[in-house]
Structure formats: C-alpha cells, structure tokens
C-alpha cells in the first residue's frame, strides 16, 4: 500500500507559478503510474499529467500541457509538479494518485488529500 501527501498549494496571481510536490511512503509493484489530477467544485475531475512509476515516460492533459511539468525522484518517493503561467481556471485542488491513471477511465489505488491551488485574476 502507498500513502501520498501533497504540498505546495496556494494562492497566486494570473501568470504566477508554483510547484506540487507529492511524498509517497510505501512500495508499488508493477508498471504503474504516478500522477495528479483536479478537481474544481463545479467542474468534473480532469486528468493533469503523469509519469511512469519506474521510467521517464510522461503524459500530460491538453490544459496542462506546455505550461505544467512533471518530474519524479523514486530516489526520494517523490513526484513534482511545476506549474507555469497560471491562470484562474486552474483553480482546483490538486491531488496526486498512483495507479492506471492515463487509461479512459483510470484506475486508483490510492490517491491524497489533495492542495488547493487558488489563482487570482
């Protein structure tokens, strides 16, 4: 079983950044992945990037892609997320998964709390 704590939210203006960081503590077997996802009130939960458990491979939705970055430390347990040039629709609280996350419909074998990211106009 894996456990996941996220960290780096909150509040910053339009064009701003930040950086997601994801802890996992346990160990995963297989080729799964690692990633993050939001989920804003009053949208559905929408898939934001995610990399591969054991390699380098990344995979990123189309709002998230070529402003977010993910990257991963299996060293450290810890995956990140770079977020440039933010805007207000990215508000939402973000929250990081392990499991098939880029299929369909994904599957979740844990995820965390999750950390809100909040971007002012």
């Known amino acids: 079983q894996v456990r996941l704590v996220e960290s780096g939210g909150g509040l910053v203006q339009s064009g701003g950044s930040l950086k997601l960081s994801c802890a996992a503590s346990?160990?995963?077997?297989?080729?799964?992945?690692l990633g993050w996802f939001r989920q804003a009130p009053e949208k559905a939960r929408e898939f934001v990037a995610a990399i591969e458990w054991d390699g380098d491979k990344a995979f990123y939705g189309a709002s998230a892609q070529g402003r977010f970055t993910i990257s991963r430390a299996n060293a450290r347990n810890t995956v990140y997320l770079q977020m440039d040039d933010l805007r207000p629709e990215d508000t939402a609280r973000y929250h990081c998964?392990?499991?098939?996350?880029?299929?369909?419909?994904?599957?979740?074998?844990?995820w965390g709390q999750g950390s809100q990211v909040t971007v002012s106009s």
């Open positions: 346990g160990r995963a077997d297989g080729k799964y992945e």
């Open positions: 998964s392990v499991g098939m996350l880029t299929r369909t419909v994904p599957a979740f074998y844990t």
